[in-house]
């Protein structure tokens, strides 16, 4: 154990301390899911799973918002990517990403004007410069991203362009947390919940997990000592029968989160279903744009009709984000798809839990 | 892709609301709406253009330090190169 700790954590001695406190804690079985790609990414590359106790399972969640975006909205983009005059930007994430039928990449290497931002107000300025082309930005995210876009739209109105808008596929973490909860083919016993998210929301949106269903939640940063700190918590709370929202990450998040942050989303966009892959569609997790500002709602704008989407075939992404089935148990993992060759979403991002154990581990199985 | 990346500002907010910051040896105008009382000098999290929050010298470091041991910087800083036109 001590060899992996060396390599892996910056103070070997401190980590080996806080992973003996675990496996005494682990008194009973606890399956623990993490929520956030980049912990996802970093326990994976870490090794932690391999630093736990037989009683300890270590689940990923659907906390890559690229992978858990449905093949109909990826499908409603690419449709209007198609239409003439528009610029279609979008992170880079978004460009692989498989639909039914075809990719914005793909998209790209076939004359269609998709550019990729790092900022949604980089697509504001591309409207500003151009003003004859219709600029639509694809959003997508969770609550980090959320008020970014929402301000953009803000200082959209504000500079009063009519060619720029908005295509929504945001969606907000706590409630689907709680859909997760009550699916009765998945246990999930505790949640490591994202850290740079709830800089965002702060604590109290997770409290009815832990008040409603008595499962609770660490908010954890993504430093492997972190995350073995939030599993230690985690543990003593299931261990001493308590269920409540913990922060192991004090350093930034505060229980009220960014006022400012939650002030725009709230003025922009409002809560509607939104379509999680695998999991389907759950009511209120979604964020709709206001009637205040329909103007820069790209799907008011475009009332396109992509063709029916389809599912890959094998591909198990839904069951492996809703923490059912692990990446390996899919008979396309490492053989028709890898990373070059990605079937679904969970192998092309960079975050997706199939991607992280195909990358940083013996294949998930090490 | 939920992750704030550390930056210090170097520069008065302008009239939008933009102010510029040095990030991972970049500079780059962010926005400031989410942080109304940031001042020069100060480190915030900026995520996708947007300063999140204001957070202290020894966590921006601390942030950074980890960034790059887990080879996130990289992935990020080409991101911030990504703006697309002239
Ligand atoms: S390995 Fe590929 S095909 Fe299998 S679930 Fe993951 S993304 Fe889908």
């Known amino acids: 154990m001590s060899a992996d700790l060396s390599a892996a954590f910056r103070d070997p001695a401190l980590a080996d301390g806080v992973v003996r406190r675990i496996h005494a804690a682990a008194t009973r079985p606890m399956k623990i899911m993490e929520v956030c790609g980049t912990h996802t990414m970093s326990i994976a590359k870490n090794g932690i799973r391999g630093l736990m106790p037989q009683a300890i399972t270590l689940l990923s969640g659907p906390g890559c918002p690229v992978c858990v975006t449905g093949n109909a909205d990826i499908d409603l983009a690419i449709e209007i990517a198609r239409q003439p005059g528009v610029v279609l930007a979008t992170f880079g994430d978004m460009m692989k990403v498989p639909g039914s039928y075809s990719s914005l990449a793909r998209e790209k290497a076939d004359g269609r004007d998709v550019r990729v931002v790092y900022s949604p107000l980089d697509a504001l300025s591309i409207a500003e410069r151009e003003p004859d082309r219709e600029v639509v930005f694809l959003g997508v995210g969770f609550e980090t991203t959320a008020p970014t876009i929402a301000i953009t739209v803000q200082e959209a109105a504000r500079r009063g362009l009519g060619n720029f808008s908005v295509l929504s596929l945001h969606k907000t973490v706590p409630i689907a947390l709680e859909a997760l909860v009550n699916d009765p083919s998945v246990e999930i016993d505790g949640f490591i919940l994202p850290g740079h998210v709830s800089v965002v929301i702060g604590t109290r949106p997770y409290e009815p997990l832990a008040s409603r269903y008595g499962v609770p939640g660490v908010i954890t940063g993504f430093e492997p000592l972190d995350i073995l700190q939030g599993i230690l918590m985690l543990a003593e709370q299931l261990r001493d029968g308590r269920a409540a929202i913990e922060v192991a990450y004090t350093r930034a998040v505060s229980p009220e989160g960014n006022p400012h942050a939650i002030a725009a989303i709230a003025d922009v966009f409002e809560p509607a279903d939104a379509e999680w892959r695998g999991i389907g569609v759950i009511p209120g997790t979604g964020l709709s744009i206001r009637t205040r500002y329909a103007a820069f709602d790209a799907a008011k704008r475009f009332p396109v009709q992509p063709p029916e989407p389809r599912q890959p075939k094998g591909c198990q992404c839904g069951d492996v984000l809703r923490g059912a089935v692990l990446p390996y148990d899919c008979k396309l993992f490492g053989t028709g798809c890898t990373p070059e060759h990605p079937i679904g979403p969970c192998m092309v991002s960079s975050e997706g839990s199939c991607a992280a154990y195909y990358r940083y581990t013996d294949h998930g199985r090490g | ?86």
């Open chain 2, 1 to 86: 892709m939920c992750l704030g990346i550390p930056a210090r500002i170097v520069g008065e907010p302008n009239e939008n609301g933009m102010a510029q910051v040095e990030i991972l040896g970049v500079t780059r105008w962010v926005s400031t709406h989410m942080v109304p009382d940031a001042k020069v000098g100060d480190h915030v999290l900026v995520h996708a253009g947007f300063a999140l929050e204001v957070i202290s010298e020894q966590f921006a470091l601390e942030t950074l330090e980890l960034l790059r041991e887990a080879g996130i910087v990289e992935d990020e800083a080409s991101a911030l190169e990504a703006e697309p036109t002239p």
